[in-house]
Nanobody, 116 residues
C-alpha cells in the first residue's frame, strides 16, 4: 500500500503565501509524475501543476507565475509553493503520484482558504 500525506494548508489573506507538501510512503516503486489538483465547492477537480521524473513542469494558466511545483526524490515528496494567493484559489488541494505500470495514488486533500 502507498499512502500520501499532505500538509501546509490553512487560512491566508489575499496576496499571501502558502507551501503545500505531500510525502509518499509505503510500497513505492518507480514514481514518475507527481502533481497537484484542486477542487473548489461546486466545481470540478482541476489540474494545478505537474512535475515529471525529469523535472519538467506544467501549470494551469490560472496559477502560472504565482505557483511553483518542485520535488525531492530522496524524500518522495512533492511541494507546491503558492504566492500572490487570490480568493479564487480557495479549494481543497489534492496531490497525486503516478508510478510505472501502476495506478495513480491520491492524497486525502488539504484545505486552502484565501480570505480577508
Amino acid at each position: 500500500q502507498v499512502q500520501l500525506v499532505e500538509s501546509g494548508g490553512g487560512l491566508v489573506q489575499p496576496g499571501g503565501s502558502l507551501r503545500l507538501s505531500c510525502t509518499a510512503s509505503g510500497s513505492i516503486f518507480s514514481i514518475s509524475a507527481m502533481g497537484w489538483y484542486r477542487q473548489a465547492p461546486g466545481k470540478q477537480r482541476e489540474l494545478v501543476a505537474t512535475i515529471t521524473g525529469g523535472g519538467t513542469t506544467n501549470y494551469a494558466d490560472s496559477v502560472k507565475g504565482r505557483f511553483t511545483i518542485s520535488r525531492d526524490n530522496g524524500k518522495n515528496t512533492v511541494y507546491l509553493q503558492m504566492t500572490s494567493l487570490k480568493l479564487e484559489d480557495t479549494a481543497v488541494y489534492f496531490c497525486y503520484i503516478d508510478r510505472v505500470l501502476r495506478s495513480r495514488v491520491w492524497g486525502q486533500g488539504t484545505q486552502v482558504t484565501v480570505s480577508s
